[in-house]
């Protein structure tokens, strides 16, 4: 039985199982499969893979009809991060030039 499928049985999305699986047997932890650049094309692959997935899984309604709220976090995200950043920096008597 593959993590996936046990990831499905506790009503968990499989990609997730696969993803920590891939976690626990590579580098970062267990080291059972080394670097190397057909890992890393392989790796890559899989990323497209799952964008291409995820993509096909959007509903484009919701989407757009999601689009204001989306707009308004990502620039949330980006500029209060900054501008927050910029007035430790300040604070602390830093140089923000």
Do not use: C, H, W
Not at 31 to 49: A, D, Y
Not at 54 to 75: C, E, R
Request: proline fraction near 6%; hydrophobic fraction near 55%; charge should be neutral.
């Amino acid at each position: 039985m593959g993590v996936g499928l046990l990831f499905e049985r506790i009503n968990q999305p499989p990609v997730l199982g696969e993803l920590l699986a891939g976690i626990v047997i590579g580098p970062p932890v267990l080291n059972l499969v080394e670097f190397s650049p057909t890992i890393e094309l392989l790796g890559k692959l899989g990323m497209f893979f799952l964008m291409f997935y995820a993509g096909l899984q959007t509903d484009l309604k919701k989407l757009l009809k999601m689009s204001k709220l989306f707009l308004g976090v990502g620039i949330g995200g980006t500029f209060v991060p900054l501008l927050l950043g910029a007035g430790v920096t300040l604070l602390f008597g830093g140089d923000i030039n």
